[in-house]
């Protein structure tokens, strides 16, 4: 009866973080400090939810890891650098504290220090990827490259998880490598399941399955998880499986979240402390933007790329965690690292939310910084002798693409922020260009005022993407015609209101276009 309550507890305080814009998280970890006040103390059933969440969470980091993209010097040398500038001074900052008496730092000797700079060094990736979601920008190459870079932490967090351990594998590890050749029949398997629960369940059974293996021949079950999805990640299924297990994955996460909370009620020093590591932000944000300009990214790549890694992560809790359990680390830190990853969400939700709008302000600036050589990414877009343009190349836009050029003898040129996309439409003949519509620098990269240029589509899904796109062409003096689909009667309001001339709403159309091909097919 307590486990349910404490779940209840749980939806209701991540509710109403959710409801005030913070991530849910954060009131997961409000929840245990709150159970723990009460007298509640971690059971069986919140340790085993926090140990599947971690699995999973490692097991979706595998199907992402695509070493293609981490393989570029601007992913894992930003990734790189950033951890040793960190280290370098953040390390000597401690132990200088340390030395003036301050409580918690009070003899910390040099291995406490790097510990706990390491667990400040990482970004979450919960975080990270719930804003970009809801932003819309995945896709977009600021977005690409932060996911990137936290892949690239989160394998370093998961390579000190599995030396910490301080197993030593048995004899029978050796086994483990009938994994590799076992992997055409998992791939099989992969593409026989469907896309309803069977692949939901296969999913599972890989993810635990593996780990459970790993535990028994003496090795760090979840490395086990993370090296099983990176095995399954070239499979086209992999990106399904891994949004299939998204929801169930911070379902099972809730768990872990309590568990921390329940460790202890926090002191007023814990408080200040855990205040007082929030002004080692603005640093990460300057270092992380910094970098990025230095490999080559543009002011805006940079600025919005830093400010979505400007906070402590998930991984970097699981790492002090691990630090308490094996005596690396005084048992307050867990609690001061808790509250840190917290106030680090509440301080970073409104200022991501607004980071369009600051780099419009800060624009003119940051350009100075930007370094003469770019990456092809961020060169100037020559939309060639183009004379229309899709904007959105998912399914909308690509049958507008081809209606466009084999129906009305037009020559037009796609847009999308997804490499992926691009590189599919490009091997089907389609000529696509990589930019993103919300990027402000994009429009004045696109150069047109040449006149070629008489037709703008706008497909992207959200009608706040297709609203800053019109904007912004008009602001660029696009004189030619633009078209956008809409969804909503008032989405349409909108659109006309912003400059667009034609509004195609996708309901209403669809169902007259329906009537109109059955209608057609009976005469």
């Known amino acids: 009866m307590f486990d349910i309550v404490w779940i209840a507890l749980a939806f209701a305080l991540g509710l109403g973080a959710r409801q005030i814009g913070l991530p849910p998280l954060v009131g997961y970890l409000v929840g245990g400090f709150v159970l723990h006040a009460f007298g509640a103390r971690e059971d069986v059933l919140v340790e085993e939810l926090a140990h599947i969440g971690i699995t999973l969470l490692l097991f979706t980091i595998g199907l992402k890891l695509k070493l293609k993209s981490l393989a570029q010097p601007h992913v894992w040398g930003t990734a790189a650098l950033h951890m040793v500038a960190m280290l370098a001074i953040v390390v000597p900052l401690l132990l ?12 910390a000797d040099l291995g406490a220090a ?34 990137g870079i936290l892949i690239i932490q989160d394998l370093a967090a998961v390579l000190f998880l599995a030396f910490s351990a301080g197993k030593i594998p048995t004899l029978w590890a050796v086994f483990l490598l009938l994994l590799i050749p076992a992997r055409r029949l998992l791939l099989w398997l992969l593409s026989r399941v469907g896309h309803g629960e069977l692949l939901l369940l296969f999913g599972l059974i890989l993810a635990l399955g593996t ?28 990106s399904e499986l891994s949004k299939s297990l998204l929801d169930l994955k911070d379902l099972f996460l809730v768990g872990f979240f309590l568990s921390i909370g329940l460790q202890g009620l926090p002191s007023p020093v814990m408080i200040l402390f855990a205040l007082g590591l929030l002004l080692v932000l603005p640093f990460k944000w300057v270092l992380y933007q910094q970098l990025m300009l230095w490999f080559g990214l543009r002011g805006r790549t940079a600025f919005l790329g830093g400010l979505t890694l400007t906070n ?74 183009a004379n229309a343009m899709v904007v959105g ?88 015609t633009i078209g956008a689909i809409a969804k909503y009667p008032d989405d349409e309001q909108a659109l006309r209101a912003a400059g667009v001339q034609l509004v195609f709403n996708l ?17």
């Open 96 to 107: 200088a504290i340390g030395d003036l008496g301050l409580p918690l730092l009070v003899g």
């Open 114 to 147: 790097l510990l706990l700079t390491f667990a400040l060094s990482f970004s979450s990736t919960v975080f990270a990827v719930k804003v970009l979601e809801e932003k819309g920008e995945m896709g977009a190459l600021y977005g690409t490259i932060a996911i």
């Open 211 to 238: 780990s459970q293996l790993f535990d028994l021949v003496g090795m760090k079950g979840d490395l086990g998880a993370l090296l099983i999805g990176v095995m399954i990640a070239q499979h086209p299924k992999a």
């Open 312 to 385: 402590y992560s998930e991984f970097g809790l699981i790492v002090v965690a691990v630090g308490v359990e094996n005596g690396w680390l005084d048992p307050q830190w867990l609690a001061v690292m808790a509250l840190a990853l917290a106030f680090s969400f509440i301080a970073a939700s409104p200022a991501v939310s607004r980071s369009h709008v600051w780099y419009e302000v800060l624009s003119r600036w940051l350009r100075l910084l930007e370094r003469r050589r770019r990456l092809p990414e961020e060169a100037e877009i020559d939309p060639g002798d």
């Open 393 to 480: 190349m998912g399914r909308i836009g690509c049958g507008a693409y081809d209606e466009l050029a084999h129906a009305r003898g037009l020559r037009p040129v796609g847009v999308d922020a997804d490499p992926d996309t691009i590189t599919r439409h490009q091997q089907q003949g389609r000529y696509v260009v990589q930019g993103s519509a919300t990027d402000a620098d994009f429009w004045q990269r696109l150069h047109l005022d040449d006149g070629h240029m008489r037709l703008v589509l706008l497909a992207m899904p959200r009608v706040s993407e297709n609203l800053f796109a019109a904007e912004h062409l008009l602001k660029e003096g696009f004189t030619g």
């Open 507 to 523: 309901y209403a159309e669809a169902g007259a276009g329906f009537a109109q091909h059955v209608c057609a097919g009976q005469q």
